[in-house]
């Protein structure tokens, strides 16, 4: 019994340590919110920030050789025109899940960048408390919102979502 149980937790820990080794990119244009979102990902030992840069420079660049797990989207202004931004990353990254970061709470935008791509929204202010646990939800396939996102749950993000397909 003491054997299987000892089995068990140490095929438990190895899928735990497997589901948390991840790469993730952050992109901002400003060079102290990557820095920020570096350190908060710094003392997570399997997770690894392979690069930061600027958007457009992640668009221009030349396609890497694997996409990151994560890629961490800084937006200091969250408008319409950062839509078609989530598309583009969304088609340069293929397989990696997107989590936008800004200090907006505008619903409608939110719900808008869950359509283009993104699969997680976090709030810039909140990033302490609550990036680590964006990143686990999102890289392991869910939905990631800020609480304080005015009238959105993850419910209906996910009804909106599969009408839009």
Do not use: N
């Not at 030992?45 to 990151?68: F, I, N, T």
């Not at 088609?91 to 619903?107: E, M, P, T, Y």
Request: charged content about 30%; hydrophobic content about 40%.
């Amino acid at each position: 019994m003491q054997a299987v149980s000892g089995d068990l937790s140490l095929k438990r820990e190895k899928d735990e340590r497997m589901e948390m080794s991840l790469k993730i990119l952050i992109l901002s244009d400003d060079a102290e919110v990557c820095r920020q979102l570096k350190r908060l990902i710094d003392p997570h030992p399997d997770w690894k920030v392979v690069g930061k840069m600027a958007c457009d420079k992640a668009l221009a660049e030349s396609q890497r050789k694997r996409s990151p797990d994560v890629v961490i989207s800084e937006m200091s202004r969250l408008d319409a025109s950062m839509i078609p931004l989530i598309s583009s990353l969304r088609v340069k990254f293929g397989s990696s899940k997107i989590l936008a970061v800004s200090g907006q709470r505008d619903s409608r935008l939110v719900l808008r960048m869950i359509h283009a791509g993104a699969i997680g929204y976090l709030i810039m202010e909140r990033a302490s408390e609550e990036l680590a646990a964006a990143i686990q939800t999102v890289a392991s396939g869910g939905i990631y919102l800020s609480p304080g996102i005015a009238g959105l749950t993850r419910e209906s993000v996910r009804h909106e979502t599969k009408k839009g397909k």
